[in-house]
């Protein structure tokens, strides 16, 4: 949706007013990000994941020993 265009048109309820459609413009911009910037992110987020699953593995291990079931393996 082109909000700058709805406002010009008339598509916009009267209490929009040019500012809050360039607002919103505005945010819509800064939403974007290069390339780079998300693959950064995708990777902090894959190294989190591979945290709690290491997190995960030794809670597993913990609750075994806490069972006896350690030294069965």
């Known amino acids: 949706m082109n909000n700058r265009r709805d406002f ?6 009267g209490n929009w007013t040019e500012a809050e459609v360039n607002k919103e413009e505005q945010k819509e911009e800064r939403q974007r ?13 894959k190294n989190g994941f591979e945290k709690i ?12 020993f806490y069972r006896g ?5």
């Open 69 to 73: 079931e350690l030294a069965a393996e």
């Open 33 to 45: 990000k290069d390339l780079a910037t998300l693959l950064a992110e995708l990777e902090e987020i």
């Open 8 to 13: 010009f048109n008339g598509c916009l309820p």
């Open 53 to 64: 699953q290491e997190k995960q593995i030794r809670l597993q291990n913990l609750m075994k």
